[in-house]
Structure formats: C-alpha cells, structure tokens
C-alpha cells in the first residue's frame, strides 16, 4: 500500500540554524501539507500545497518557514532560523484532493530538538 | 468548545469492553475524520465521514455524525490491548484548514 514517508525520522539542532525536512507524499497525490505537534500538544496545521504553490496557511506558519517542492516526488520544510519554540513533531500528509478534501494520509513524521 | 474538541480527554477499560469518544464541533464542515496516533507516532486514517452522511463502519469502528449537534462520536466494539492509542477527529472545513482537536486517550488494560 503506497504511504508518504519523511526524511529524518529524528533531527538535533542548534537554536539559529537551517534545517529542512524532507517529505515523500503519495505519488498521485495533488495535495501536500505540513503540520507540527507539540509534546503532549494537539495536531496543528501550517500549510497546504497545491499546483507548486501555498493554498493556506495558518498564523504559525510565518517567515522563517517555507515549503517547496524541488522535484516530481519530494516536498520540503524550511526553518530558516529556528528557535526553542520549533521543537515539535513535524508531520506531512497528502491527499488526492479535488473539489471536497479527500482523506490526508500521514507520514510517521520527523522530531525536531532545538537546544 | 473549540473546533474539533474530543471527550473524554482520556478513557480507561477492560479489553472486551466497547469504547465511545465524542467529538463536537463549531462550524459547518465538508467532511470529519478520525484519525489514531500511537504513543510518539505518526497518525492513522481511521474513517472519514462525508457531511450528507449519519454513520459508517469499518470493521470494529462506527462512526456517527449528527450535523445537527454538530458532534461525532467513534465507537470501538470489542476492544483489544492495542486499540491503546490517542483518537483524534478533525474537521474539514468549508474555506478553512483543516482543524485537530485535542485527542482522546484510550488505554485498554489486558
């Protein structure tokens, strides 16, 4: 069964620097997303991709952050300076789409720490 | 309430034993989904639910929705050791994201 699978499973960084997180949605998927889950914390959404551009976006999901899909199978997370606060479970999901939202599928997602 | 908020926050029970979560939203939504998530895991597509729809099963699951009260509810029959998980509903909604509550704990004690 296809699955969306995600690049690395655990990330350390220090506070202030880059760090990108890889994704590989469903091959015929037409929708991306990224969502992030602080410890003990509630899924929360940043943003959803489609036709190689943002379609949303929610207030988390400000300047240092930005998506991009470099090529025909992967889908990136930015964090251009992290901080504290970024330390998260960072997931991505992506559906078939169409005019009603199809089921997201899940990957098993990346743990970011910042120290 | 918020959007997409899950009750009982956390539920205790025998396995063989049938457990229900609630899940109660704010606004009009195109669909609902449920989703588990193992401790420090990714999330599992359970069911989704359409918004013209009342109830579904998959399974041990059924799932309802009442857009009246604009609640959900997620019973699982029979339950075993490793239904133990967190159970979340998200709201799909009309022009917004896509909206998790705070999930339900479920421990299902051998």
């Known amino acids: 069964e296809p699955e969306v699978t995600q690049t690395p499973s655990h990330q350390v960084t220090q506070m202030g620097q880059e760090v990108i997180l890889r994704c590989v949605p469903i091959s015929n998927h037409l929708y991306f997303y990224w969502y992030r889950q602080i410890l003990g914390q509630k899924v929360e959404f940043l943003v959803s991709f489609y036709n190689n551009e943002i379609s949303e976006k929610s207030e988390i999901f400000d300047d240092q952050f930005s998506v991009e899909r470099p090529d025909g199978s992967n889908f990136t997370l930015k964090i251009r300076s992290t901080k504290l606060e970024d330390s998260a479970m960072y997931f991505c999901?992506?559906?078939?789409?169409?005019?009603?939202?199809?089921?997201?599928?899940f990957g098993p997602g990346t743990r970011l720490l910042v120290l | 309430s918020q959007q997409g908020e899950e009750d009982p926050q956390a539920l205790s029970i025998q396995e063989g034993e049938n457990a229900t979560m609630n899940c109660s939203y704010k606004t009009s939504i195109n669909n609902l989904q449920w989703y588990r998530q193992n401790s420090g895991r990714g999330l599992v597509h359970l069911i989704l639910?359409?918004?013209?729809?009342r109830e579904k099963h998959s399974g041990r699951l059924r799932v309802t929705l009442d857009t009246s009260k604009k609640s959900s509810s997620l019973l699982i029959t029979a339950s075993r050791a490793a239904d133990t998980a967190s159970y979340f509903c998200a709201t799909d909604l009309y022009g917004q994201n896509f909206v998790f509550g705070p999930g339900t704990r479920l421990s299902v004690l051998p």
């Open positions: 639910i359409r918004s013209n729809e």
């Open positions: 999901a992506s559906s078939s789409g169409g005019v009603v939202r199809e089921t997201q599928y």
